[in-house]
């Protein structure tokens, strides 16, 4: 990967009781309120009475469009409920908007797909070699894969919207001065 900037990669570090999903919406809403361009999607999970485990929605961050990316393989299943296809679809969707710039692109997770090697993790690439911050969430369990990918791009970042906050500015000491006109 190239990039013009030191660590355009921020990865949320989050554990078992971190409500990551909040912080990463609250992220999304601050930069908004500063008239940013935010492109990107949060995860939303729906419970599920009928299967064990919720729906899993991504909702685009500009209108609140939502895609599930979960498939409901019955109480028995052990694998990968993650939709192939789905994913395939928000990826194609966002290398196509990146090429518009935004301020900053947010994907909901740096998960077990892009540690293998799939996922969004072309979107990620192609936002560093814009210069394109990137901000993500990732368990503690994916901190290796991470930190492979990223190298000297990435940082781990806080759970908290100030820790977010303060590595944007980092990368454009001036974001929260100007307010640009939407």
């Not at 939502?66 to 192939?84: K, N, W």
């Given at each position: ?19 990551v ?54 109480s ?17 969707s ?24 799939g ?45 977010i906050?303060?590595?944007y ?14």
């Amino acid at each position: 990967m190239t990039g013009n900037d030191p660590e355009p990669l921020g990865g949320i570090l989050y554990g078992k009781d971190s409500n990551v999903d909040a912080i990463l919406r609250a992220a999304a809403d601050r930069f908004r309120q500063r008239n940013r361009d935010v492109l990107g999607y949060l995860q939303v999970e729906i419970a599920d009475p009928a299967n064990c485990c919720p729906e899993t929605l991504l909702e685009r961050i500009d209108d609140g469009r939502s895609i599930r990316i979960s498939q409901a393989l019955g109480s028995g299943a052990r694998g990968c409920r993650l939709d192939p296809k789905a994913l395939v679809s928000v990826c194609a969707s966002m290398l196509a908007e990146i090429e518009l710039r935004p301020d900053l692109v947010i994907i909901n997770r740096f998960g077990k797909v892009e540690s293998e090697g799939g996922g969004l993790r072309s979107v990620f690439v192609r936002a560093a070699e814009l210069g394109i911050p990137v901000l993500t969430a990732l368990k503690d369990g994916h901190s290796v894969a991470w930190s492979d990918f990223a190298g000297s791009m990435g940082r781990l970042l806080a759970p908290d919207v100030t820790a977010i906050d303060n590595w944007y500015a980092t990368l454009r000491p001036n974001a929260w001065e100007t307010n640009r006109v939407a």
